[in-house]
């Protein structure tokens, strides 16, 4: 059977049941740190250090690291020659005529095959490439994602769900090949420090910096400054004539490009990273209306189906939350009397300037702070609104960030009182990217724990949850942030809070959706789109 790889749906992997949440409980740590290389086999190369996991996290994390393995691919010897390799432009799709014969009612489900070839136009006999589907109408503004399996012979299906009459352009992207997965893969076993990070040490007229990450390999005495509560790791190089207390600030340090000249020619925009694939015969269809006048979405037999559409500019989520459109007074009116806090990286930054901008009587309160990292605040005092905002802690390519205002999202959920005029936000992936994904996993326990604890604690608390978006693909975006990074922590993430009381933003599909091109921050009507969402859900339409 072939390995479905969930490309823009929100389809699970595992279900980890409330029961296996536990209280994580910290060592004591000291403030010199003997480097050491982990036990664990699989990171054998990534001189990570880890504090030990409960029997019931360590079972999650092994069946999220699971759920999110990539078909390997063979390295080929001669991989500079790109023959061998995965070549969108000798790549086909073609539409399946369906059991209509070639007629589609709104409501049905279009099913596309894909053939992938190399560069000589040979089939590709091996799977794991990895693909987007979108259907489209631009006129229309419509858009939803498609959902990809691969075969892991070569050959892919897209399956997508019809959602409105007229014109369905069919839209198949190889974003990047099997074998350049690879490389990306051996990269983050290899070289998880390949972006790094500094820290100033100061003490009167005495200076230091040193490099700082949450993996460092063992050559010289650290300082570590692992979170007691939360046990997250993070260490610096200890400095040579300062004490470890004299750290003051973060700085996103920079990036290490350590591919080989065959491996980069696996990276060429335009070529073979987010190409479009041809189809063979004709690449789109007419969907004709539902015959019994009412849109139900059916269900395929190996995937799941999309969160939600575009009609007309506008996102229809089609489960759960009736998106309503919100103008200023809208906003003002849905948001008076609560606290809005937003935590994470800045794709929830972007959510937090738009509502400074949409709300009239909201006023920036001027923190002295970091503009990227924040915190940030602004206040409506007239209609007691207050928006806030706080970068997660490090791994953070945020600039200068001082070390008293690096916090970690579930020590700020823990002091919460929380309630019905409370809302949380919370957006947590881009960071953690060249990281292995042990990191991240164990970043959303902790989280995930302190979420429940908010919400035992404060049941009407409204918790909402940002997930990964698609982002433009260039050599270094691609070695630190290629969309397969977010792809494989998107499931995760869904992952992890499936079965809780928390609001889902998918991002990935929104963005897939669009017509707008991939952006790392999209697009102002993209931006809109999630927060009428957002808002939809803290102020649900009333009934009658």
């Known amino acids: 059977m072939g390995k479905i790889f969930r490309l823009c749906c929100c389809c699970i992997f595992v279900n980890i049941s409330?029961?296996?949440?536990?209280?994580?409980?910290?060592?004591?740590?000291?403030?010199?740190?003997?480097?050491?290389?982990?036990?664990?086999?699989?990171?054998?190369?990534?001189?990570?250090?880890?504090?030990?996991?409960?029997?019931?996290d360590a079972l999650e994390e092994r069946l999220l690291l699971g759920s999110t393995a990539w078909p390997k691919t063979q390295i080929l010897p001669a991989l500079g020659s790109l023959e061998q390799t995965s070549d969108p432009a000798h790549s086909n799709f073609t539409i399946h005529p369906g059991r209509r014969g070639g007629q589609w009612h709104v409501g049905d489900?279009?099913?596309?095959?894909?053939?992938?070839?190399?560069?000589?136009?040979?089939?590709?006999?091996?799977?794991?490439?990895?693909?987007?589907?979108?259907?489209?109408?631009?006129?229309?503004?419509?858009?939803?994602?498609?959902?990809?399996?691969?075969?892991?012979?070569?050959?892919?299906?897209?399956?997508?769900?019809?959602?409105?009459?007229?014109?369905?352009?069919?839209?198949?992207?190889?974003?990047?090949?099997?074998?350049?997965?690879?490389?990306?893969?051996?990269?983050?076993?290899?070289?998880?420090?390949?972006?790094?990070?500094?820290?100033?040490?100061?003490?009167?007229?005495?200076?230091?910096?040193?490099?700082?990450?949450?993996?460092?390999?063992?050559?010289?005495?650290?300082?570590?400054?692992?979170?007691?509560?939360?046990?997250?790791?993070?260490?610096?190089?200890?400095?040579?004539?300062?004490?470890?207390?004299?750290?003051?600030?973060?700085?996103?340090?920079?990036?290490?490009?350590?591919?080989?000249?065959?491996?980069?020619?696996?990276?060429?925009?335009?070529?073979?990273?987010?190409?479009?694939?041809?189809?063979?015969?004709?690449?789109?269809?007419?969907?004709?209306?539902?015959?019994?006048?009412?849109?139900?979405?059916k269900s395929s037999t190996v995937t799941s189906g999309p969160s939600g559409y575009y009609y007309q500019g506008l996102w229809r989520a089609l489960s759960g939350t009736t998106i309503r459109q919100f103008n200023t007074s809208a906003i003002t009116a849905c948001l008076k009397g609560k606290a809005v806090h937003m935590y994470g990286d800045s794709t929830i930054r972007?959510?937090?300037?738009?509502?400074?901008?949409?709300?009239?009587?909201?006023?920036?309160?001027?923190?002295?702070?970091?503009?990227?990292?924040?915190?940030?605040?602004?206040?409506?005092?007239?209609?007691?609104?207050?928006?806030?905002?706080?970068?997660?802690?490090?791994?953070?390519?945020?600039?200068?960030?001082?070390?008293?205002?690096?916090?970690?999202i579930a020590n700020e959920l823990n002091g919460l009182v929380g309630g019905t005029n409370t809302v949380v936000v919370i957006g947590i992936w881009s960071h953690f990217s060249t990281f292995p994904m042990v990191i991240y996993i164990r970043r959303l326990q902790s989280i995930r724990r302190a979420v429940v604890r908010l919400l035992?604690?404060?049941?009407?608390?409204q918790v909402v949850i940002r997930t990964a978006n698609l982002k433009a693909l260039t050599l270094?975006?691609?070695?630190?942030?290629?969309?397969?990074?977010?792809?494989?922590?998107?499931?995760?993430?869904?992952?992890?809070?499936?079965?809780?009381?928390?609001h889902l933003i998918d991002a990935w599909e929104m963005s897939l959706a669009h017509y707008l091109p991939h952006n790392l921050h999209p697009q102002p009507p993209i931006i809109k789109n999630m927060i009428n969402h957002i808002l939809s859900y803290i102020c649900p339409q009333k009934a009658g």
Request: charged share 20%.
């Open 456 to 461: 035992d604690r404060a049941p009407d608390t």
């Open 476 to 502: 270094y975006e691609t070695i630190t942030n290629s969309d397969w990074f977010s792809l494989q922590r998107d499931k995760v993430l869904r992952a992890m809070f499936k079965g809780l009381n928390v």
């Open 350 to 408: 972007q959510w937090f300037e738009f509502l400074n901008k949409a709300l009239a009587g909201l006023a920036e309160f001027d923190l002295h702070s970091s503009k990227q990292g924040g915190p940030l605040m602004t206040l409506d005092y007239a209609n007691n609104i207050l928006v806030t905002f706080r970068c997660h802690g490090p791994p953070l390519r945020f600039s200068n960030i001082p070390t008293r205002e690096l916090r970690y």
């Open 109 to 297: 489900q279009l099913e596309v095959m894909i053939q992938t070839s190399d560069f000589q136009g040979r089939a590709k006999m091996s799977g794991g490439d990895f693909l987007l589907a979108r259907l489209h109408n631009r006129k229309l503004e419509a858009g939803v994602a498609g959902q990809v399996v691969d075969h892991l012979n070569g050959s892919y299906s897209a399956v997508f769900s019809l959602l409105w009459k007229g014109d369905a352009q069919v839209e198949v992207t190889l974003v990047h090949s099997s074998e350049a997965i690879s490389v990306l893969d051996r990269l983050t076993r290899e070289q998880p420090d390949r972006i790094y990070f500094k820290s100033l040490f100061n003490s009167g007229s005495l200076s230091e910096v040193t490099i700082c990450n949450v993996c460092l390999r063992p050559t010289q005495p650290l300082c570590n400054y692992t979170d007691l509560r939360t046990g997250e790791p993070w260490f610096c190089y200890k400095p040579k004539n300062l004490s470890c207390d004299a750290r003051i600030n973060h700085v996103g340090g920079g990036y290490k490009q350590n591919l080989k000249d065959e491996e980069e020619k696996l990276f060429q925009s335009d070529v073979n990273m987010k190409v479009s694939i041809r189809a063979s015969g004709p690449s789109n269809v007419t969907v004709l209306p539902n015959k019994r006048g009412h849109l139900k979405v």
């Open 18 to 56: 409330l029961s296996t949440l536990c209280q994580f409980q910290p060592k004591v740590n000291s403030i010199i740190f003997t480097p050491r290389v982990s036990s664990d086999p699989d990171m054998d190369r990534s001189f990570c250090t880890f504090q030990p996991l409960s029997p019931q």
